[in-house]
Each structure stands twice: as C-alpha cells, then as structure tokens.
C-alpha cells in the first residue's frame, strides 16, 4: 500500500476536475475523457481550476487507491503541454516537484542513461 514510484507512468489530465468526485467519477474521467483504462495500474493525476488541489488516482493490489492533498497556500504548476501527444508529460520527478512548489516551466532535464523498453 502506499507504494508510488518513479517504476510508474502518470498521466496528468489536461482537463480541470470537480475535486467532489470519488473513485467512479475519476474513473469515468480516465475512460472517457483520458482513454485509459483506470485499472491498468498507471496513476492518473487530476487538478481542479483554481490549481489548489490535486489528486492521484492509482490501481493497487486489490484495489483503488485515491491520494487527494490541498494547498493552504499557493498553487500547484503544471508542467509544459506537449502538443505533438496531446498530454502532459509526468515523471515521478515532475510531480513531487509539483507538490512541493517547484515551477515546471524553465526545467533543464541532465542527459541521464535509462534501460531500453521492451518490447513484447
């Protein structure tokens, strides 16, 4: 339980979200807004308009999962929209910077080595 990574795919949604929404609504949102399948063991992150709350929407063994924090202050930068996919391109990286306050905008990203994905 409790076991976010970096091993992990986030999918940010592009679009704000009524915060009010549970474990069904998110997951309507993932299929039908998203195209992703909710369970597929992803964490998809939503944001409301006023970019003061977040919440992480993530399949674990034997169920959902749902992390929701508020700011107190401030607000939460979004990372830069790739236009090419569409999508918001998140690390593991990228959102704990988020959370913490850190802009997204201006980050200059250090060549590092990373495995080759397999293909199957």
């Excluded at 999918?11 to 549970?22: E, K, P």
């Excluded at 674990?60 to 999962?65: D, I, K, M, Y």
């Excluded at 607000?75 to 996919?85: I, K």
């Amino acid at each position: 339980m409790f076991s976010l990574n970096e091993s992990h795919h986030y999918y940010l949604c592009s679009a704000s979200v009524d915060m009010r929404g549970g474990f069904n609504s998110l997951c309507g949102v993932v299929r039908s807004f998203m195209g992703r399948d909710p369970l597929s063991g992803d964490v998809f992150i939503f944001i409301n308009k006023t970019r003061t709350r977040i919440k992480l929407l993530h399949w674990e063994r034997g169920g959902l999962v749902i992390y929701h924090k508020r700011l107190e202050s401030g607000t939460l930068s979004l990372p830069s929209f790739d236009f090419t996919t569409k999508s918001y391109q998140m690390s593991w990286c990228d959102l704990i910077m988020m959370t913490e306050g850190v802009s997204l905008k201006n980050i200059t990203r250090k060549k590092r080595y990373n495995l080759p994905s397999k293909i199957a």
